[in-house]
C-alpha cells in the first residue's frame, strides 16, 4: 500500500468546517488503499497572533521560547483534525514533532529539519491509522521545541514524504497551483499542470506565496513528487517533479516571474582600485546581506568603475547604513540607491541555448522602451532590473509574447 | 538557597501587562534570595476556547486527542513569562510538562502526577535560571500529554513543590485568600491567616473556587506548605498547613461553608427490609453515584422506613431516573427528591467534642425556625441540610453568633 501525505495550510484548517472538509480528504485517500499521514498548519491566523503576543513583550526575544509559544498552534490543529477523522471511523492519532521524533538543528526559530525517526509512525501507519503531523516543528538536540520558520509546515511535509518514501505529497493550499505569471498582475495567467523542480524554484514570487523555497528544494533534492492544489475545489492542481516526468519540450517559456520587493545600489569607485569589490562582497557576506544581480562596469566618460547588485528591501535600509558608515574604510567614492526597480524574469529549462527566446525579450523591451538597469541569467532564468512603473505592462507583454495566455496554451 | 514554587492562575496571567507582574513577583522571591519555580496556567479564557473547539467537532471525544490539544494554553504563557523575566535581566527558561518530565498515569483528561523527574529542573535551578513550568500537564506512559483535569495546575505546582522540597507554594490567583464564609453571600466574612489543610478541605464551596481539593490533598501527604494570594494586591493571604503550625485553637470554629448544589432524596420502604438499604448502597455505588448526608429512619408513625441521602444536583437527574426504573428490583415503594436544599457546615478543628459549638447551632436554627432536613458530624465538621430559601440567612447568622465577623476576630 502507497504512502501519500497531505499538508492542509493554515487557510485549508482555518474553521471547525474547514478541518471536517479536509478529513474528508483524506477519507478520499484511505477509501483509494492508501496509508495517510496528513501534516498540519496551525488554523489562520493563530500563528500571526501568538507572534504579536511575543513581539509585545520585547522587539528582542530568546528564541526557544518563541517556539515554545509558537508551536502550540499547529498542535491544536493535530488533535482537531485526528478527532474530525475518528468522528469518521477512521483510526487516528495526532504526532507532534518531538513526538515522532523529527530531530532538527538547534537553530530555533529557523531550524532544519537533520533526521526523521519513522519507527513508531510505520508501525501506526501500517496498523491502518492515519497520523496526522505537526507542521513547522521539530525537537532540537537539547530536547526543546524548534520552528522551521514561517511556511515551514511545507517542509515537514515534503520531509516526512522523502522518510516514508511516499509515492506523492499533496499540499492543499488557497490557490488552484502554479500559475505562467502571478494571476493577481496578469488576468490571462494560466495554470500549469506540470512545472519542473528548477522551474518552481526560479518562479519565485509566486513560490513564496504558495510554497516555501525551502521544501522545494527539499523536494528536488529527495525527488518527492510535489502537487500542490486548492482545498476549496477538486481540480487536479500543478505536479511538480522531475524534469523528465513533468514532459517538457526544452525551448518553452514556462512562466513569468517577478518581484517587487527589491532594491538596487551601485557603488562608485575609481578605476585604479578593483580590488575593491572584493572588499565589499566580503563585508557584504560578513554583514549577512545576500546579493543579486551583481554587475561591474567601467562607467561611458571611463573615469569611475561602477559595482551593482540587488538585494532584499527588507535589508536595504541596514545596508546602506553599514556601507555609509564603512565608506572610508572600504574606499568606494558615492554610493547610489534606487528602490523603485521591478525584477522580471523568464523561465524556461534549457533557456541559456534558446537566443530566440532571449531576444525577444529584449525585442520587447526595446519596442516598450523600457530601460534595463541589469540583467542575469541562467540555465533556466533570464532576468531583467527595470523601473517598477513599468513592470505590470512588461509581465503582460511577455506574457502575451511568449504564448502563456491562457486561451492560447 | 530555598526553593518556592508560585503558581499564577488564568486571571493571574490573562494578559501581556499581567504576566508582567507576575513576572515582577517571582523577581521579588529572587531578589530575596530564593530559587523560584513559577508555573502557569493558561491565559484565561484559552482553556475554555480550546474545549468549545473540541465540543463543536463532537460530544464524544478520544481523550488522549483533547489533552494535546487543551494543553497548548500552558505552553504558550509559560513561553511568555519566561521571555518577560529575560527582559528583567532574569535568568529563565519554559519547561513543558514532557520535558521535565512530569510521568502521569495514562487517564488522559483526568491524570494523576505518579512521579516528577527532578534532575535537570535542579540542574536549572542551582545555575540560577527561574524555572517556568507548564501547569495542569504531563507525559503518560506511552509518551502523549496528558491534563490533570481543571485545576490541575494547583496540584502541579503542589507536586513540585514536594519533589523540590520548597520552602512554601504560593498560589496566586484573583481572591484574597481563604475566608471564614463565601465573601459572595456573607458580607462580614474576614480572610483566615492561617487555616489547617483538614479544614481547608471542608470548607469546600470556597476551595474547589480557589484551589483543586486533590492539590490540597497532595499537600497535606506531602507536608507542603500552601499559600494562597491575590495577584492583584500586595496582602499576605492565607497560609494553609498542618493544624500545630497553623497554631490554631481546638474549640474555635474556623468558618461556615455551604453547598447550594446538591439534592436531597428519599427512599421510602417497609420496615420488613432493612437489607434493601445494603442494596440500594451497592447499586449506587454500582452506577458512580457518589451520596453524602446518609440517613435511616422508621417514620413516625411507625409504618415505613425511610433512606435519605444527598447528592450532587448534576447527577440528580440521571439518579432519579436509573432509581426508578429499578424500582421493582430493587423493591422500595417510593422515591421523594427534593431539589430546593442547601447543605450549611461549619469547620473548625476537634469540633467533635465542642458540644458547645454544635448546641449553637442547633438553637440558632431553631429560633430562625428553619427545619434540619438532615445532619452530619465529623471531627472537622458539622453540616446541616436545611431548605434552600433560609440558606443565605442562616449562613450569615451562624457567621455572627460564631464571632467570626470582620470586626469581631
Aim: with cysteine; net charge neutral.
Amino acid at each position: 500500500m502507497a504512502f501519500i501525505v497531505q499538508k492542509f495550510g493554515g487557510t485549508s484548517v482555518a474553521t471547525i468546517e474547514l478541518i471536517k472538509k479536509a478529513a474528508l480528504r483524506v477519507k478520499s485517500e484511505i477509501d483509494a488503499g492508501h496509508h495517510v499521514i496528513a501534516v498540519v498548519s496551525a488554523m489562520a491566523g493563530t500563528t500571526s497572533a501568538l507572534v504579536s503576543f511575543v513581539r509585545d513583550l520585547s522587539t528582542t526575544y530568546d528564541r526557544a521560547e518563541y517556539d515554545a509559544i509558537v508551536s502550540s498552534g499547529e498542535q491544536i490543529t493535530a488533535g482537531l483534525l485526528a478527532l474530525a477523522l475518528q468522528n469518521m471511523g477512521i483510526p487516528a492519532r495526532s504526532w507532534l514533532g518531538w513526538q515522532i521524533p523529527i530531530h532538527t538543528s538547534s537553530q530555533y526559530a529557523e531550524a532544519h529539519i537533520e533526521h526523521i525517526e519513522t519507527k513508531a509512525l510505520q508501525a501506526a501507519l501500517n496498523k491502518g491509522h492515519v497520523a496526522v503531523v505537526t507542521g513547522f516543528q521539530g525537537l532540537s538536540p537539547e530536547g526543546r521545541v524548534t520552528t522551521l520558520g514561517r511556511g515551514g509546515s511545507d517542509t515537514t511535509a515534503v520531509a516526512l514524504a522523502a522518510a516514508l518514501k511516499a509515492e506523492r505529497c499533496d499540499i492543499f493550499t488557497d490557490v488552484e497551483g502554479i500559475y505562467t505569471a502571478d494571476p493577481r498582475y496578469v488576468s490571462t495567467a494560466d495554470k500549469l499542470d506540470h512545472i519542473a523542480y528548477q522551474e518552481m524554484l526560479e518562479l519565485a514570487a509566486q513560490g513564496a506565496r504558495v510554497l516555501q523555497k525551502e521544501s522545494v528544494e527539499y523536494a528536488m533534492k529527495h525527488r518527492v513528487r510535489l502537487r500542490v492544489l486548492s482545498s476549496l475545489s477538486d481540480t487536479p492542481g500543478t505536479l511538480i517533479t522531475h524534469e523528465r516526468e513533468a514532459k517538457i519540450r526544452p525551448s518553452l517559456i514556462r512562466g513569468i516571474a517577478h518581484s517587487f520587493n527589491e532594491e538596487h545600489f551601485t557603488l562608485v569607485t575609481l578605476p585604479q582600485n578593483p580590488s575593491l569589490i572584493d572588499k565589499i562582497r566580503a563585508f557584504l557576506k560578513e554583514n549577512h546581506i545576500l546579493i543579486d544581480m551583481v554587475q561591474q562596469n567601467l562607467s561611458l566618460c571611463g573615469r569611475t568603475l561602477n559595482f551593482s547588485f540587488t538585494l532584499q528591501e527588507t535589508e536595504a535600509d541596514r545596508a546602506f547604513d553599514l556601507l555609509q558608515q564603512s565608506k572610508n574604510i572600504l574606499g568606494f567614492n558615492d554610493l547610489l540607491r534606487e528602490s523603485r526597480v521591478a525584477k522580471i524574469s523568464i523561465i524556461g529549462t534549457g533557456l541559456l541555448n534558446q537566443h530566440a527566446a532571449s531576444h525577444k525579450l529584449f525585442q520587447i523591451l526595446r519596442e516598450e522602451k523600457i530601460d534595463v538597469y541589469a540583467v542575469a541569467s541562467s540555465d533556466i532564468k533570464l532576468s531583467v532590473l527595470i523601473p517598477a512603473q513599468y513592470a505590470e505592462r512588461a509581465i503582460a507583454s511577455l506574457h502575451t509574447i511568449y504564448k502563456l495566455d491562457a486561451e492560447e496554451r
